[in-house]
């Protein structure tokens, strides 16, 4: 059985890195705290995120490796959403004495390849026991003064965009669960919930060029993530079910699914962990994403309005209310 | 029932402050990230802390407003080991549904007066429903450049110092779990596991003179933290017994405790959760002490040695070999 200070350099040894974000960093993993320099003339960006066993993945269905990556990716697409670049994360990890081997090992490759690509190194955090996994992370990323993207920015007017395919995790969710994982003709459609690619260009691009009003990632679901930007910015949404990008679900997806395929419009709507940014601009910027990292992805699904609802302007034409039916954990 | 944003809410208006270490926070609770502005003249010191249901606390013994508290001094108490002043904190919560209504009020009014004390503002965090209550605390704080008191400066010769006594926190534990929460008699013996007092003003001190060559908070017990002192600084230490300050058991404990009255030199040695600090300084430096907070608490342990070695001189003069008997969590 490891001792704390062995899982420690566990850790340690496997997420260590020499390579970016450690030019400001005076004391890592080992001591009762990290010490970091700031400079000045940056802001922090700080978030957690918590990714838990039962809750967001199962020991039997998912590979330990994607737990480790998503937690890490996960909380950074929070960073994205503000346009911030990674930098810091801290990990706590809580887990039964008899996942620290072969599977932690997994763990750690997983969000070891996940810190390479966000470029976050992670400086320090907590390990303890407990019955199930629970995994929390603190990222830090840095921004421009009063360049961060909030939540709070929309206005009456100002179109609403989407990055990428929404519905796409769930998707890959619903094949996960049916033990799907390692089928070779699926790994294109389980990548998106076991591996999320963060936007970290766009957010930053978007941040840096002052061109979005307002930002949030996609993580609850877009009907619910809407409804939580219009809230922060006193404002309404319409939106039009035949612009939102939804998946296409493919002929050996359909197979396995059967009668519980689920309708791509619901999913795009109302189902999580896309991690694809939502954002607003004034339609007199709306040439400028042309430019934007990733433009042939970004997608107007409809407008900002005055009156504070919600609507969804559906396939027959009609406007209807649209209900927040994402990811609530509490619901 | 409370949805998510309810309950982010919830938590928003108990923590929130206008009073302290606001005035460089940009963007707080809320959003999808909070935004600082750091000021160059400060290094940055950060560390995190778990506290998990059945681990570190029992839902039938403790009072939900000590686990608020002790959450977040816990987590501080790393801070006070680096000599650093606590700004900020990141909490991650996750609870089941039936514990968001007056449990969690309670929660909240300990942690906002830990908040209060500890001059720490709540930024940011995450909610999610678990099983058990799990609590991790990210904390910021800021320290004057290179100044941070680290584990890895002992050298030999020098003075091994503690803060306090130790062993009380360890004492109010077995009184809390034999239900003695509420007993106006057994007050104070409760107070130092219920509510533990952080060394913040003494680890400041310590860094500000640039007196202390190493330090760290006693949290896993003596025997296990000195060990890893020693073990930072490539050293070893002999301590004595008669000169480590042990917790007095009154007789209202003894009472309850009866054959189960630890011994307190064991105590002291080997129990947790006391937050007091661990240091060691040059013999030339020990006269300044006079002039610490709380210098009276302070009580010299021994002294650091070349040889690799722990040992404990007993109440009988025999040196013997010191083995971390503290707690660990995968022990």
Chains 1, 2 share one sequence.
């Not at 001792?3 to 340690?12: D, S, W």
């Not at 081997?101 to 976050?120: P, V, Y």
């Not at 009063?146 to 939540?151: I, K």
Request: a positive charge.
């Amino acid at each position: 059985m490891l001792q704390e200070r062995q899982l420690v350099e566990k850790i340690a040894r496997a997420l260590s890195s020499r390579k970016r974000g450690t030019s400001r960093l005076r004391l890592g993993i080992g001591d009762d705290a990290a010490v970091i320099s700031p400079t000045g003339r940056f802001e922090w960006v700080l978030s957690c995120d918590t990714f838990l066993e039962d809750v967001h993945f199962r020991m039997k269905t998912h590979p330990p490796d994607s737990v480790g990556y998503k937690a890490l990716a996960r909380a950074s697409s929070d960073l994205a959403a503000m346009g911030a670049t990674p930098r810091y994360a801290l990990l706590t990890l809580a887990l039964p004495a008899a996942r620290t081997g072969s599977w932690l090992d997994a763990f750690l490759r997983g969000m070891a390849r996940a810190s390479q690509e966000l470029g976050i190194h992670v400086i320090g955090g907590d390990t303890t026991k407990s019955r199930t996994v629970f995994v929390s992370i603190t990222v830090l990323g840095e921004i421009a003064p009063g360049r961060a993207l909030t939540r709070s920015g929309a206005r009456s007017g100002d179109i609403i965009y989407v990055s990428g395919t929404l519905g796409r995790a769930q998707l890959g969710l619903e094949l996960v669960l049916r033990g799907h994982v390692r089928d070779r003709q699926l790994r294109a459609l389980v990548q998106p919930h076991l591996y999320p690619k963060i936007r970290l260009k766009l957010g930053s691009w978007l941040a840096r060029h002052h061109i979005a009003t307002s930002a949030m990632d996609l993580s609850d679901g877009l009907s619910t993530d809407l409804a939580r930007l219009c809230t922060a910015s006193q404002v309404g949404a319409k939106i039009y079910a035949s612009k939102i990008p939804s998946a296409v679900i493919p002929a050996p997806a359909v197979r396995i699914l059967g009668k519980h395929i689920p309708d791509p419009l619901q999913l795009a709507l109302h189902a999580g962990e896309d991690y694809e940014l939502l954002f607003t601009i004034s339609p007199r910027q709306a040439k400028k994403l042309n430019r934007a990292p990733g433009a042939a992805a970004l997608t107007p699904i409809g407008e900002i309005t005055r009156t504070r609802q919600l609507l969804l302007v559906d396939t027959n034409g009609r406007t209807i209310p649209l209900k927040p039916q994402g990811w609530d954990p509490f619901r």
